[in-house]
């Protein structure tokens, strides 16, 4: 009992569920380019005149400027002033150097810091950011027209 156009609705169909499927791994993709997170008390083992990279989370880069506080675990100390961002270029910090005659009692020491992490392929232009944002619902509306229009031209 193969009605005429059932076909096409089957394909329709497995084609919607795949679509679907691939623009969610590659919105996923996208959405790392474009946001960030806060990361609180991220522990890391201060080392003198190295770039010390944080070693509890899978941080790619951190944000330029955004650490608002490294605090020595022993005493609770806000250290921030002992300690510079080591960068690879761009946005994109990838750790900290200890400054050039920063406190000994520093060195091996188990700090924490607090910053704001970013993927290191960040989009640094929030144009660029904004549009990629609204992809999804552009090819959605796009998709919604196309079936629309399918079925109104079956009819």
Known sequence: MNKKGQGAIIAMSIGAILLVVILGVIFGTLS???????????QFTAAN??????????AECILKGSTTAIVNDTN?????ANFTECSTGGVTVNG???????NADLTGATVNATYTEIGCGYITSATTRTL??????L???AVLIF?????????
């Open 49 to 58: 005149g190295t770039c010390v990279r944080v070693t509890t989370t899978a």
């Open 76 to 80: 609770q100390v806000d250290v921030l």
């Open 96 to 102: 900290y150097n200890m400054v050039s005659n920063a």
């Open 32 to 42: 790392d380019q474009t946001t960030t997170t806060s990361v609180g008390s991220d």
């Open 147 to 155: 079936i629309v229009g399918f079925i109104a031209l079956k009819r």
């Open 132 to 137: 990629i944002n609204l992809l999804p619902v």
């Open 139 to 141: 090819l959605g509306i």
